[in-house]
Nanobody, 120 residues
Framework: QVQLVESGGGLVQPGGSLRLSCAAS????????IGWFRQAPGKEREGVSC????????YYADSVKGRFTISRDNAENTVYLQMNSLKPEDTAVYYC?????????????WGQGTLVTVSS
């Protein structure tokens, strides 16, 4: 059974850091592009970052560029999103997703999400 499980969310003060994890089971992440998305209350889900399966190339939304870093540990079958200098506008439910080719909202497999709240 293919499954993605996010963890690492929580409450953090502005300027703080969190590291989200996306652990896969039932398949090997090596061959998949992995994306991180987020959905804030009342807003549409948006792409945050993506890492390819082939050469490890990465993509970041302009709003997180320079603050967030995506990485993958194939041995652990896990992808991470390191989030630094967090802002209140980063508050959202964060989802990871996997697909053999795509890195957008049409990706095949999704986790259940983890809530990140940035507030003082």
């Amino acid at each position: 059974q293919v499954q993605l499980v996010e963890s690492g969310g929580g409450l953090v003060q502005p300027g703080g850091s969190l590291r989200l994890s996306c652990a896969a089971s039932g398949f090997t992440l090596d061959y998949y592009a992995i994306g991180w998305f987020r959905q804030a209350p009342g807003k549409e889900r948006e792409g945050v970052s993506c890492i390819s399966s082939s050469d490890g190339s990465t993509y970041y939304a302009d709003s997180v560029k320079g603050r967030f870093t995506i990485s993958r540990d194939n041995a652990e079958n896990t992808v991470y999103l390191q989030m630094n200098s967090l802002k209140p506008e980063d508050t959202a439910v964060y989802y990871c997703a996997a697909d053999l080719e795509l890195c957008d909202l049409a990706m095949a497999y999704w986790g259940q999400g983890t809530l990140v709240t940035v507030s003082s």
